[in-house]
C-alpha cells in the first residue's frame, strides 16, 4: 500500500511557521503583510473560500481585507478598486476570487494588478517569469504540490510527469514548473486521444479535471505518485478525480481528497502574502 501524503498536518505546520514569521517581520520591521481579496456577486463556493481564506490569515496575523461587490458591478469599479490597493502601502497581496460573473472579462481585470501585488501568480507578468524559468511568485495550488513532493522526498528531475488539465490557475503553470524542475512532462487535456497510454507512463501523475473516478486504478503505473487536485461532490461527500481506495493499492504516493492538496492551497498563499510583505520598504 501506497503512503498517503498528508496535506493537511503538513498545511498546519505551515501555517504555525508561519505565524512566527509574521510576528518577527511586525517586531523587527514593524510590517504586518496585507492581503486585499475582491469578490464579485454571490457565488456559494467562493463565499466559503473567501471565508476560509480571511479566517486563515487572521490565524498567522496577516492583515486582510474583503471587497465585495454586488454582481451587478461594472469593470470600471473593480478596476479602480484594484488600482486603489495597487497605491495602498498596507496592501502587498491582492487576489480577485474566482469566477466571476460571466459578463465581466476575468483577465482584463486581473492584468490591473501590479506585478509585484499577484499574490496568486496568475498575471501576464508572473506566468511569464515562470515561462522564462526565472520563477517569481507561483500560484498557491501547483506550489503547495511541489510543497508537499518536496516534503516526502519525492524526486521530480528526470521523471514522467503527467499534467491532467490545462488551466490558468493549476494546470499550466504546474506543468512548466514540473520543466522547470527538469521533469520529462506531458499536459493532457479535453482534447488529448488515448489517455490510459500516457497515464501508464506517467511516473507522477497530477489530475486536475473536476471529475470523480476519472482516474481508476488499471490507468496507474506500478509505484506511481498520484496527486489529485479535483474536488467534487458526491452523495453528500467531498471527492477527488482518482478513485482513491483502489489506487493507493497501486500507487507509491497518493492525496486524499479532502486532505491533501486543498489545504496546502490556502497555506501556500499565506506563505506567498508574506515573502512579498518581506519585500516591502519600511516606511520612514
Ligand atoms: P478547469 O475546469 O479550468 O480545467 C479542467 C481541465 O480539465 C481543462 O483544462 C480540461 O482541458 C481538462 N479536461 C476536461 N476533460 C478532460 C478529459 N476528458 N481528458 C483530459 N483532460 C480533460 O478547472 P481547474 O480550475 O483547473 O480545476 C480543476 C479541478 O481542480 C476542479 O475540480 C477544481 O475544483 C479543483 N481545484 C482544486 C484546488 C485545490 O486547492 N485543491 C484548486 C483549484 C482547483
Redesign the pocket.
Known amino acids: 500500500m501506497g503512503i498517503i501524503i498528508d496535506g493537511k498536518t503538513l498545511a498546519k505546520e505551515k501555517r504555525e511557521e508561519l505565524k512566527k514569521k509574521v510576528q518577527e517581520l511586525k517586531d523587527k520591521e514593524e510590517i504586518v503583510p496585507g492581503l486585499a481579496i475582491i469578490r464579485v456577486g454571490n457565488d456559494p463556493a467562493s463565499e466559503i473560500y473567501v471565508r476560509n481564506k480571511l479566517k486563515a490569515c487572521q490565524e498567522v496575523g496577516i492583515h486582510a481585507v474583503e471587497q465585495h461587490f454586488d454582481e451587478n458591478a461594472s469593470e470600471q469599479e473593480i478596476i479602480e478598486r484594484i488600482e486603489f490597493f495597487n497605491q495602498e502601502k498596507s496592501i502587498d497581496g491582492i487576489l480577485v476570487q ?1 469566477p466571476l460573473p460571466k459578463n465581466l472579462n476575468e483577465k482584463k481585470i486581473v492584468s490591473f494588478i501590479l506585478g509585484s501585488k499577484d499574490v496568486d501568480g496568475f498575471g501576464i507578468n508572473n506566468l511569464g517569469h515562470l515561462l522564462a524559468n526565472q520563477e517569481q511568485v507561483l500560484a ?2 501547483p506550489l ?1 504540490i511541489l510543497h508537499l513532493l518536496e516534503k516526502y522526498e519525492i524526486p521530480i528531475a528526470s521523471k514522467n510527469v503527467l499534467v ?9 503553470p504546474l506543468a512548466i514548473m514540473f520543466l522547470n524542475r527538469d521533469a520529462t512532462v506531458t499536459i ?5 486521444k488515448n ?1 490510459k497510454e500516457l497515464t501508464l507512463q506517467a511516473d507522477i501523475l497530477v ?5 470523480p473516478h ?1 482516474i481508476t486504478a488499471d490507468m496507474v503505473k506500478e509505484g506511481a505518485v498520484c496527486i489529485d ?4 461532490r458526491e452523495n453528500g461527500h467531498v471527492i ?2 482518482t478513485d482513491f481506495d483502489t489506487i493507493k493499492e497501486k500507487a507509491s504516493f497518493i492525496t486524499p ?1 479532502p486532505g ?7 497555506a501556500t498563499l499565506l506563505e506567498n502574502v508574506y515573502e512579498l510583505a518581506s519585500t516591502r520598504k519600511k516606511e520612514k
Open positions: 474566482s498557491a495550488t503547495g491532467i488539465g490545462r488551466s490558468q490557475i493549476v494546470g499550466r493532457a487535456h479535453s482534447k488529448t489517455l489530475s486536475a479535471v473536476g471529475r476519472f487536485v479535483g474536488i467534487n477527488g478525480d481528497v491533501g492538496v486543498g489545504p496546502m492551497t490556502v
